[in-house]
């Protein structure tokens, strides 16, 4: 065995420095982090060549005195810890007395730095992690660091960095997160001598995220406030419209800190499931607050993920953050014809949030509806097809103006075990008694349908408004939720049972849920030698191949089937009700229509389909008369 050396602290400090700092981006956190936590309200971010060259951060936070300087560029040098105790509960976004040392062991660095006290403050200077220059200097209050020449001794590393515009906006990916995650601080990003990004600092999670993403992206965002078990929930979530293909645009923050956790991502996709096309996902700007007794944020070098004690509490936490937010949120989309010059025929959409369904100048509640047509919840047997829209695709244009969110402490119940959307379940409510003789009536909704587009889309008439509906999307949906409450659901018995042929996996997946199943109308029988009857299936699913409606659903439960309350019977309520809907192409009654587009209109949940996509959009009467050039 060779022998054992000590490597020499040149050696060592390289060698740490490469565990924290990967690229310049990395810089800019670390320095970007110590300016909040020394209480700056201003930062300046300046970098050119995407920082590898030049990188500069200045703040207005508290200074370091003259003495203090030298220390605070050596290793495990910090005011932020003092004991092991201080460890198991960290409020700063650094803590480790690592950062400055490992920026200066591979950069040049001069550090300039006045607290409001002294009259003059303190120049530093290093190179390599040698102080060449310490004095005493005339300079505002706060702190400068300039970093010049990152990895200039440390080739290996330098030559592994990317093409200079790709890690100026690694740069400002961390710009943008260290902005969103406190916007109480205004921050400003010079890249290349242009200003990128300036944010106000006031406070408002919503200017500052104008002010990162623009103007469309913050007008698809709704706000979200929650605090369940004492963990608050605050920030904005994307409309179930303005979804994404990657997961790129999720942003949280564990308090105040940018983290990845696969935890957060998975709780904010459920609350939006079906409610998004599968292969979507939504953006956010979510803060998650916490006792920081209550979570470990010393698990990476970057300090970029956090572990959590109470995994389970903080899913629920933002699951029932998010899920009130999207379910107390209604929008339509609305037709913008436009007959301005230069702008003939085209076709645009503005994003319109309703707090209940509007149409034309009136809010419609209905308490009873009328009974269904008897052929409405039959399936028909006419075949799909699928209809080809010709024309310019539209375009999206967003104009709301969106409160601000604020966290709202209360006393929340012991709600574990319980399968909620909103605490507002359990809040009691008092139910006026009516004398036996008082009629009941129902207020009609004053809509007319007026035909069909393509065989696919209803078309409404109401006061001022032309509503469009897709009737497929529009039954799937209430199809869906009714086979989700298990109401009204009636299993139809074969005429002699059919066995069903499944693996020894698929058996013990529909066993676990024959329960679950029988609720929905699925009516089986097994047997102890492993076989399977179909004995019912649900009355809209009459004529429909009863084995081939079992195999898919066995194959979806045998995928995971300890996941019954969530994400895996979605599955098999959507196959249900993709079967028994009515499909594009196909005909029906005018009663059978108006009873679906009621049922559309009365309901805030039937907004999209199982799979995400939208079911109504509609057409102002005065868009309609100012493209034909009635009004101006």
Request: proline share 5%; aromatic share 8%; with cysteine.
């Amino acid at each position: 065995m060779p022998k054992i050396n000590q490597l020499d602290k040149s050696v060592y400090e390289l060698i740490a420095a490469g565990e924290v700092i990967e690229r310049p981006s990395s810089v800019i956190k670390e320095l970007c982090e110590n300016s909040i936590d020394a209480g700056a309200k201003n930062i300046c971010v300046e970098i050119k060549r995407g920082g590898i060259s030049y990188m500069r951060v200045t703040d207005d936070g508290c200074g370091i005195s003259y003495e203090d300087m030298p220390l605070a560029f050596m290793r495990h040098a910090t005011s932020k810890v003092l004991s092991a105790h201080d460890l198991e509960n960290i409020n700063t976004l650094g803590f480790r007395g690592e950062a400055l040392a490992s920026v200066c062991a591979v950069s040049r660095v001069e550090a300039i730095s006045r607290r409001a006290v002294d009259k003059l403050g303190v120049s530093y200077k290093m190179e390599g992690g040698a102080p060449t220059e310490y004095d005493r200097i005339g300079c505002a209050e706060g702190t400068t660091i300039i970093i010049r020449d990152l990895f200039y001794n440390t080739p290996a590393r330098l030559k592994f960095l990317k093409k200079d515009v790709t890690e100026g906006n690694y740069v400002s990916n961390v710009v943008e997160k260290l902005a969103l995650s406190h916007p109480d601080i205004s921050f400003r990003f010079i890249r290349d001598g242009k200003q990128t990004i300036l944010t106000s600092g006031d406070g408002s999670f919503y200017s500052t995220i104008h002010a990162v993403f623009g103007k469309q992206f913050a007008a698809s965002m709704i706000p979200v406030e929650n605090v369940y078990r004492e963990i608050g929930v605050t920030g904005y979530v994307s409309s179930p419209l303005f979804t994404r293909s990657n997961r790129t645009m999720q942003n949280f923050f564990v308090n105040g800190r940018s983290v990845k956790s696969p935890l957060c991502c998975a709780a904010l996709e459920e609350a939006f499931r079906n409610n998004i096309m599968v292969g979507k996902f939504p953006a956010c700007v979510l803060c998650i607050n916490i006792d920081p007794a209550l979570l470990d944020a010393n698990i990476s070098p970057a300090k970029t993920e956090v572990r959590f004690s109470n995994e389970k509490a903080i899913f629920d936490a933002i699951f029932f953050a998010v899920k009130n937010s999207i379910t107390g949120y209604d929008e339509s989309r609305e037709i913008k014809l436009s007959n301005e010059k230069n702008e003939e025929n085209s076709v645009s959409t503005v994003l319109i949030p309703t707090v209940k369904v509007p149409v034309g100048n009136e809010i419609f509640s209905v308490q009873k509806p009328a009974p269904a047509p008897e052929s409405f919840y039959k399936k028909p047997e006419v075949k799909a097809v699928q209809p080809t829209l010709s024309g310019e695709p539209l375009s999206y244009v967003s104009e709301k103006t969106v409160p601000e969110p604020r966290i709202i402490q209360s006393e929340q119940p012991d709600l574990s075990g319980f399968s909620f959307i909103s605490e507002k379940s359990f809040e009691k409510r008092e139910v006026p008694v009516k004398e036996e003789t008082e009629e009941v009536r129902a207020e009609p909704i004053d809509i007319r349908v007026i035909g069909e587009l393509f065989k696919t889309y209803i078309l409404c008439e109401s006061r001022d408004t032309l509503i469009l509906i897709d009737k497929h999307a529009a039954h799937e949906r209430i199809n869906f939720e009714r086979f989700k409450r298990g109401t009204d659901i009636h299993g139809q018995l074969l005429i002699e049972p059919k066995e069903v042929f499944l693996s020894a996996e698929e058996f013990e997946a529909v066993k676990c849920f024959k329960d679950r199943l029988e609720n929905t109308g699925i009516l089986i029988k097994l047997t102890d030698d492993g076989k399977v009857f179909v004995e019912g299936v649900p009355q809209s699913l009459e004529g429909s191949d009863p084995e081939d409606l079992i195999q898919s659903i066995a194959e979806i439960l045998a995928s995971g089937n300890d996941n019954a309350e969530g994400a895996l019977f979605d599955d098999v309520l959507h196959t249900m009700a993709c079967k028994a809907s009515i499909r594009a192409n196909e005909t029906q009654s005018i009663a059978e229509l108006t009873f679906l587009a009621k049922e559309v209109l009365k309901n805030n949940d039937i907004r999209y389909c199982p799979h995400g996509r939208p079911v109504i959009t509609q057409i102002s009467k005065r868009q309609i008369e100012r493209y034909f050039g009635r009004i101006q």
